[in-house]
């Protein structure tokens, strides 16, 4: 149990690295079977079924965050009704809010609000929320997130001031799964930063990022490429083009895979529509054709 659970921290460590590629979504559903069959071939008590339900759903789960990272979502979803049946096995209120927490962000990529919201409610509803308030503060800040997309400004505010009250009575030191030693006051300020881009609000989307950037521990560089992309579109919102397009560089070339990737073009094409003609632009399409160009060479 313990060598199971080493492996699930050095693999999410690992998605903290790479973000949603391919080789760890791959490596989790290797994992999850690995776990499955130890569940059916051991004659162990009922509490260590329930454990290894529990690790096979966290495996799965992250095998579906992985595909979602990487925007793989009919793999998603084939992860994600593996994982909720895992995770209703395990009787572990703790996996299944991560679940149900993935979920969500699942349905917000594919445009499922109202799905989105019903998981986030989901999450909230498991016991853990109510026993450690890290879990609840997690479940607020992603609801605000959910709220921002249907453009309900107040209803978002109202969720992160929940998730950063929720979040300073929580104690740091408390044992938790290794999939959650990812969720801070770092991890707070790039929801916070999603929310307010989603609602248009750029200056505080901007001081967010900054926030975010200043907090990041080292081992998170996906979340760093992805708070880099986030800053240099509430740049382009305030027509801040040069420093827009200095913070859209700075997203290094490893990580612009999935949704990251996904921003970049996004980034591009609203550069290109506000300033046409402008050196910016110019310079942007000129450092991307460059990038193209290397990586075409064999």
Wanted: charged residues 25%.
């Amino acid at each position: 149990m313990d060598r199971l659970t080493a492996k699930l921290a050095d693999l999410v460590a690992s998605d903290n690295r790479h973000g949603g590629t391919q080789a760890v979504e791959a490596r989790a559903v290797r994992l999850a079977a690995q776990t499955l069959d130890l569940q059916q071939n051991s004659t162990a008590s009922q509490r260590i079924r329930g454990e290894l339900y529990s690790l096979a759903a966290a495996f799965t789960s992250s095998a579906m965050w992985a595909a979602i990272d990487g925007r793989r979502l009919d793999e998603a979803t084939q992860h994600l009704n593996k994982a909720v049946t895992l995770a209703g096995l395990s009787a572990d209120p703790a996996v299944q809010f991560r679940v149900w927490g993935h979920a969500g962000a699942l349905y917000r990529q594919l445009g499922r609000s109202t799905d989105a919201l019903a998981a986030d409610d989901a999450a909230r509803s498991t016991p853990i929320t109510r026993r450690d308030p890290l879990y609840a503060s997690l479940a607020h800040a992603r609801t605000a997130v959910h709220r921002a997309d249907d453009g309900n400004s107040p209803a978002a505010r109202r969720s992160l001031d929940r998730a950063q009250h929720a979040l300073d009575r929580a104690d740091p030191d408390a044992h938790r799964p290794p999939w959650m030693a990812f969720y801070d006051q770092a991890e707070l300020e790039l929801l916070a930063l999603t929310t307010h881009l989603t609602l248009g609000r750029w200056a505080e989307a901007e001081a967010h990022a900054h926030r975010h950037l200043t907090l990041l521990r080292s081992g998170f560089q996906r979340n760093r490429a992805l708070a880099l992309a986030h800053l240099a579109h509430a740049q382009l919102g305030q027509d801040d083009l040069e420093p827009a397009v200095i913070t859209a560089l700075k997203v290094p070339a490893g990580a612009r895979h999935g949704r990251i990737s996904g921003l970049l073009d996004a980034f591009g094409q609203r550069l290109t529509r506000v300033a046409p003609r402008a050196a910016e632009t110019r310079h942007w399409l000129e450092a991307q054709a460059a990038r193209t160009e290397k990586s075409t060479r064999p």
